[in-house]
T-cell receptor
Framework: GESVGLHLPTLSVQEGDNSIINCAYS??????FIWYKQESGKGPQFIID?????DKRQGQRVTVLLNKTVKHLSLQIAATQPGDSAVYFC????????????FGTGTSLTVIP | DVKVTQSSRYLVKRTGEKVFLECVQD?????MFWYRQDPGLGLRLIYF???????EKGDIPEGYSVSREKKERFSLILESASTNQTSMYLC?????????????FGPGTRLTVT
């Protein structure tokens, strides 16, 4: 069945370095993906999305890359700051299901000052 | 700003109690969702609703029910709470946009069943 997974459950980076968080998906028909950020004690918040007709999308300090050939997503955070410490999820909608999403288990990012 | 609120941040209930978790959104969203979040398992969909009085089972509906009497409010009901329902419960809402469109989440309710 479909799955959305993350390669690493935890990631530690030095403040100021770039962070890369990866996500694999199994449904080749998926055409839309979202990255969420969840800070401690809060609900997930939208960071950035990407449609399958794009390979790359940039936001403020964040870039999402989509490689449809290997069914892989990555979220890149430039100049990581302590406020970036959080759990990051990728999410994809299963086909023909309206607004449901499958969420990955998340990667916990810790920024070391 | 979209706001999704949940009635409690923390709840402690006893096994067998009936538990109500309330969620309210203020953006006139048609879609509302209930998830539970457990370490290592991510977010799992319990129930969702695309309209008033409408509900659909998610991936793990057993032991839960929902109610949507008004568009802005979506309630999750644990008919007889059990210890394996100890979890973080997250409510979300969104506009209808088949297969796309972000969900806005509430802050979560951490439920402990003893």
């Amino acid at each position: 069945g479909e799955s959305v997974g993350l390669h690493l459950p935890t990631l530690s980076v030095q403040e100021g370095d770039n962070s890369i968080i990866n996500c694999a998906y199994s449904n080749s028909a998926s055409d839309y993906f979202i990255w969420y950020k969840q800070e401690s004690g809060k609900g997930p918040q939208f960071i950035i999305d990407i449609r399958s007709n794009m390979d790359k999308r940039q936001g403020q300090r964040v870039t999402v890359l989509l490689n449809k050939t290997v069914k892989h997503l990555s979220l890149q955070i430039a100049a990581t700051q302590p406020g970036d410490s959080a759990v990051y999820f990728c999410a994809e909608p299963p086909p023909n299901t309206g607004n449901q999403f499958y969420f990955g288990t998340g990667t916990s990012l810790t920024v070391i000052p | 700003d979209v706001k999704v609120t949940q009635s409690s941040r923390y709840l402690v209930k006893r096994t067998g109690e009936k538990v109500f978790l309330e969620c309210v959104q203020d953006m006139d969203h048609e879609n509302m969702f209930w998830y539970r979040q457990d370490p290592g398992l991510g977010l799992r969909l319990i129930y969702f609703s695309y309209d008033v009085k409408m509900k659909e089972k998610g991936d793990i509906p057993e032991g839960y029910s929902v109610s949507r009497e008004k568009k802005e409010r979506f309630s999750l009901i644990l008919e007889s709470a059990s210890t394996n329902q100890t979890s973080m419960y997250l409510c979300a809402s969104s506009f209808p946009a088949a297969g796309q469109g972000e969900q806005y989440f509430g802050p979560g309710t951490r439920l402990t069943v003893t």
